[in-house]
């Protein structure tokens, strides 16, 4: 089975603080992507990476970095939390789909829910 | 833009009730469509999929069937447990593209 861990699952840090989101997956996928779920608004993507060392922003990049320099693990990064990063933040991951007929399931840890005071 | 359109509910239901949770889809190419699902205190996880028109997915007693003509995927299943309260979502991927674009999740409440 695929196996998607997050460092944290409940997280609490204050204003201006440099926060550090860790991912594994641990089934080879090339593809990570970093997701936030807020009420209302269902899962923005923040940023997605597809190769190691590799990403491209999603939806909603501002305030937000990653690092991926395994092919297991993406980091989501923020510079200087602010209370509107208050969020379920959640990490999925997938292979690259190839071929006609082929799609993309991704499979998703648990969740951090990163409150910021 | 690629889009998927859901009610976010919460829909609530008796159990052994039928539901129905709407979805529709606005795309550029030809998608594949997903439903996920989300239990409380869990991450997302696959419910089932449909890959081209006129299929059907279905996995543990849900259904759907992927509608071209109406761009439409909506979720079935003829009788709710408790077990299945959780918030559901409607997704939709392009072939070649290697992002999701998911709905903003319909909760479902399923009470004895």
């Known amino acids: 089975d695929v196996k998607v861990t997050q460092s944290s699952r409940y997280l609490v840090k204050r204003t201006g603080e440099k926060v550090f989101l860790e991912c594994v997956q641990d089934?080879?996928?090339?593809?990570m992507f970093w997701y936030r779920q807020d009420p209302g608004l269902g899962l923005r993507l923040i940023y997605f990476s597809y190769d190691v060392k590799m990403k491209e922003k999603g939806d909603i990049p501002e305030g937000y970095s990653v690092s991926r320099e395994k092919k297991e693990r993406f980091s989501l990064i923020l510079e200087s939390a602010s209370t509107n990063q208050t969020s379920m933040y959640l990490c999925a991951s997938s292979l690259i789909g190839r071929g006609q007929g082929s799609y993309n399931e991704q499979f998703f840890g648990p969740g951090t829910r990163l409150t910021v005071l | 833009g690629d889009s998927v359109t859901q009610m976010e509910g919460p829909v609530t239901l008796s159990e052994e009730a039928f539901l129905t949770i709407n979805c529709t889809y606005t795309a550029t190419g030809y998608p594949s469509l997903f439903w996920y699902v989300q239990y409380p205190g869990e991450g997302l996880q696959l419910l089932l999929k449909a890959t081209k028109a006129d299929d059907k997915g279905s996995n543990k007693g849900f259904e759907a069937t992927y509608r071209k003509e109406t761009t439409s995927f909506h979720l079935e299943k003829g009788s709710v447990q408790v077990s299945d309260s959780a918030v559901y979502f409607c997704?939709?991927?392009?072939?070649?593209?290697?992002?999701?674009?998911f709905g903003i999740g319909t909760k479902l409440q399923v009470i004895p």
């Open positions: 997704a939709l991927s392009l072939r070649g593209y290697q992002k999701v674009t």
């Open positions: 089934m080879d996928h090339e593809n």
